[in-house]
């Protein structure tokens, strides 16, 4: 019996910020288009880089309720679940403090984000998301920013567009935060993807196969700058000191049903050592891995139903 060869279709662009990957199994190139102005419909929402973007809107308006679109709603109110799921660790409050060690600018295309004159972070508990009335309050004196949540909320969304316009499987890779659905164009049916080893240009820490999910790695090797002091910082703020996660790891890289929930949880990694970082993936049923700065390699035992 001979066993039919999966097409597929596939187109990479830059959006959010980031490169993107398409791919499509049994797709069309009107899916691919679909996929496109689809995240960029979503950045023109949810990017604190651009004027009147419903997150900056609502920045600016902090302490009063404004009128967004319904994935804004849907997005930011993931994004407070992360923050309670994360005991905290994971917040989009941090942006204030963010903006007050340097990280001003697109790392892409050096463009410079609306000013923010809030001083106020750890108050993702006091975000208002309102469905029914579609609007978004941030708290008075906070300012929000998505960051990696935005992409992977983006990716599961997409993918599962992408299956309810008939496509056979689908694949977003938004610079890292991966969501996969439905068949790969393997004979397996499942995505094989490599995590990048923050060591070494080219190599990986693994290589994983999954059939349904998420996969995300935050980490400190790309978005780092110095300070006016002279300091080195990076971009992943722990809301517990407004200042960048103290951490020796390079990478935290997770595993989960989606690809927001990885984003989230890869996050929260990053503010803990290699073990609590372990301890804490453990404790909530993910699969991850860790990279410290000394090469050392901290993964879960779940991981290991992954790996190829």
């Avoid at 959006?15 to 995240?39: F, K, Q, Y």
């Avoid at 609502?58 to 993931?78: S, Y």
């Avoid at 971009?235 to 690809?259: F, K, N």
């Avoid at 901290?298 to 992954?306: I, M, P, Q, V």
Wanted: negative net charge; aromatic residues 4%; hydrophobic residues 45%.
């Amino acid at each position: 019996m001979s066993m039919r060869v999966a097409s597929t279709v596939q187109r990479s662009f830059r959006v959010m910020g980031c490169a993107a990957h398409v791919e499509i199994t049994d797709g069309t190139e009107a899916m691919l288009d679909h996929a496109e102005s689809r995240l960029r419909e979503l950045e023109s929402l949810w990017s604190r880089f651009i004027l009147d973007s419903d997150i900056s809107r609502a920045n600016r308006a902090a302490g009063t309720p404004v009128d967004v679109a319904a994935e804004t709603v849907a997005v930011v109110r993931r994004a407070i679940e992360a923050w309670k799921q994360t005991h905290g660790a994971f917040d989009i409050t941090v942006l204030p403090a963010l903006l007050h060690h340097g990280c001003t600018h697109s790392a892409s295309a050096g463009q410079p984000a609306p000013r923010v004159s809030r001083r106020v972070i750890g108050v993702s508990g006091a975000i208002s998301a309102d469905v029914i009335a579609g609007t978004l309050t941030v708290p008075a004196g906070a300012a929000i920013d998505l960051g990696g949540i935005g992409k992977g909320y983006a990716a599961d969304m997409v993918t599962e567009e992408l299956l309810g316009l008939g496509a056979v499987g689908a694949l977003v890779n938004i610079g890292g935060d991966i969501a996969v659905r439905g068949d790969s164009p393997t004979p397996s049916g499942s995505w094989v993807l490599g995590i990048e080893d923050p060591l070494t240009a080219s190599g990986h820490t693994a290589i994983v196969s999954i059939r349904s999910g998420g996969i995300a790695t935050s980490g400190t090797t790309v978005r780092r700058w110095s300070t006016s002091s002279g300091e080195t910082a990076h971009h992943l703020i722990d809301p517990r000191t407004a200042r960048p996660a103290a951490t020796c790891l390079l990478t935290a890289t997770v595993i989960a049903s989606d690809a927001a929930t990885a984003e989230s949880f890869a996050t929260a990694a990053m503010m803990k050592d290699g073990r609590s970082a372990i301890q804490l993936l453990d404790l909530v049923g993910l699969a991850g891995l860790a990279v410290a700065d000394d090469g050392t390699l901290f993964r879960t035992a779940s991981l290991e139903a992954f790996l190829r």
